[in-house]
T-cell receptor, first 114, second 116 residues
Framework: DGGITQSPKYLFRKEGQNVTLSCEQN?????MYWYRQDPGQGLRLIYY???????QKGDIAEGYSVSREKKESFPLTVTSAQKNPTAFYLC?????????????FGPGTRLTVL | AQKITQTQPGMFVQEKEAVTLDCTYD???????LFWYKQPSSGEMIFLIY??????QNATEGRYSLNFQKARKSANLVISASQLGDSAMYFC?????????????FGQGTRLTINP
């Protein structure tokens, strides 16, 4: 079955640690996205990538980093510079990212800073 | 800048009734898309329905339909014959092209509760 997988489902981090969230898709989509969701809120865009080896900052990129070495994978690193990282993180993909394409989402990772 | 407004934080509906979830948007773009997503308690965002700005007919997908009124900048979601499994958060989103890339802007969401 085609889809988007995210791991882990739950992640606990101590303050000052970097953590990496995994996102993999087998939909053969060119574009991938990372969003952050805080309780009772909508989604906010962190980073996006339209093609391998290229990515762009979204609206709240500070304290995060990404890489896109393979079409299927778009990992997100939450660095110690992110002041309030406790949130729900959602990865998405779309066919091209160049037009009005539907974005499909993974199941999410819930990050808690202890 | 694009903006999505969902004015209903929560709604309570009896099972089998129809429900309308409100969404208004603001944009200066001529070409854009409007989406509705469902987020159950598990957290995953499930795509429900899409409406293009140039589509003349309202989109429908099974029990879901999108009441698109372009002049009023509204894109309300209508769920017919609601079911207990429809209880979830619902998000309206708008897609536009910014600096050559597609971006989605989300509203704050509406929590729908279906009562038996």
């Amino acid at each position: 079955d085609g889809g988007i997988t995210q791991s882990p489902k739950y992640l606990f981090r101590k303050e000052g640690q970097n953590v990496t969230l995994s996102c993999e898709q087998n939909l053969n989509h060119d574009a991938m996205y990372w969003y952050r969701q805080d309780p009772g809120q909508g989604l906010r865009l962190i980073y996006y990538s339209q093609i391998v080896n290229d990515f762009q900052k979204g609206d709240i990129a500070e304290g995060y980093s990404v890489s896109r070495e393979k079409k299927e994978s778009f990992p997100l690193t939450v660095t110690s510079a992110q002041k309030n990282p406790t949130a729900f993180y959602l990865c998405a993909s779309s066919i091209s990212g160049l037009g009005v394409d539907t974005q499909y989402f993974g199941p999410g990772t819930r990050l808690t800073v202890l | 800048a694009q903006k999505i407004t969902q004015t209903q934080p929560g709604m309570f509906v009896q099972e089998k009734e129809a429900v309308t979830l409100d969404c208004t948007y603001d944009t200066s773009d001529q070409s854009y898309g409007l989406f509705w997503y469902k987020q159950p308690s598990s957290g995953e965002m499930i795509f429900l329905i899409y409406q293009g700005s140039y589509d003349e007919q309202n989109a429908t997908e099974g029990r879901y339909s999108l009441n698109f009124q372009k002049a009023r900048k509204s894109a309300n979601l209508v769920i017919s014959a609601s079911q207990l499994g429809d209880s979830a958060m619902y998000f309206c989103a708008m897609s536009g092209i910014i600096q050559g890339a597609q971006k989605l802007v989300f509203g704050q969401g509406t929590r729908l509760t279906i009562n038996p």
